[in-house]
């Protein structure tokens, strides 16, 4: 079971920090992905931190790279999400996704994950 939390109102510019939570399992055996769906838009991906057997590969699209930071607590079972220089365009409800046995480039692709949290709402006022 996955728990995202950590989402709120901010203004453009500031930084917000995402957590997903895990219970149950081995947490650092799956590959993590965030993903993000703004109203009447498809789900799209944001980042990706791949099983720590894997080498904990990070993977981003280039609408955040540089932005947007992902990582992982193995011992708290928890990824994070750091998010710096937010824009209104990030506005959106953002998901955390587990997965295993994941190619690098399909880390990307929604389908390829099993376990899914709730979602929690981001909001970038400008």
């Known amino acids: 079971q996955l728990q995202a939390s950590g989402g709120g109102l901010v203004q453009a510019g500031d930084s917000l920090r995402l957590s997903c939570a895990a219970s149950g399992g081995t947490f650092s055996s799956y590959a993590v992905g965030w993903f993000r769906q703004a109203p009447g838009k498809e789900r799209e991906f944001v980042a990706g931190?791949?099983?720590?057997?894997?080498?904990?590969?990070?993977l981003y699209p280039d609408s955040v790279k540089g932005r947007f930071t992902i990582s992982r607590d193995n011992a708290k079972n928890t990824v994070y999400l750091q998010m710096n220089s937010l824009k209104p365009e990030d506005t959106a409800v953002y998901y955390c996704a587990a997965g295993r046995n994941m190619i690098l480039s399909s880390i990307s692709n929604q389908n390829q994950y099993r376990y899914w949290g709730q979602g929690t709402l981001v909001t970038v006022s400008s």
């Open positions: 931190i791949r099983e720590r057997e894997r080498g904990g590969t990070t």
